[in-house]
């Protein structure tokens, strides 16, 4: 059974908010997955917390309220390296 990160939109109030987010819902409290883009990227190529089989999926519940936060663009090019990095890996809810 895959390991199911929650993202909360709701929470993210800009970038370092969608990082802090992330990184705590696959390392807790104050974890690191991610500081920018490429970093991001790369945490999600494995070895920063996520299941070495990769069999994980990350949740991100109210998506829409977060790409407001976020923008359209930064928001569209996170999901972009999500699905290019882990596939199949993101549920937008």
Do not use: K, Q
């Not at 993202?7 to 908010?17: H, K």
């Not at 990184?23 to 999600?44: H, I, S, T």
């Not at 070895?47 to 977060?66: I, K, L, S, Y």
Request: net charge negative.
């Amino acid at each position: 059974m895959a390991t199911v990160y929650v993202i909360e939109g709701r929470r993210i109030t800009g970038p370092a908010g969608f990082w802090r987010a992330v990184g705590e819902a696959v390392n807790g409290p104050g974890g690191y997955f991610g500081r920018n883009l490429d970093a991001f990227a790369d945490c999600l190529s494995g070895g920063f917390g996520t299941p070495e089989d990769g069999d994980f999926v990350f949740e991100w519940r109210d998506h829409e309220a977060a790409r407001r936060t976020l923008g359209r663009a930064l928001f569209a090019e996170l999901v972009e390296i999500m699905e290019e990095r882990a596939p199949g890996a993101l549920r937008l809810r």
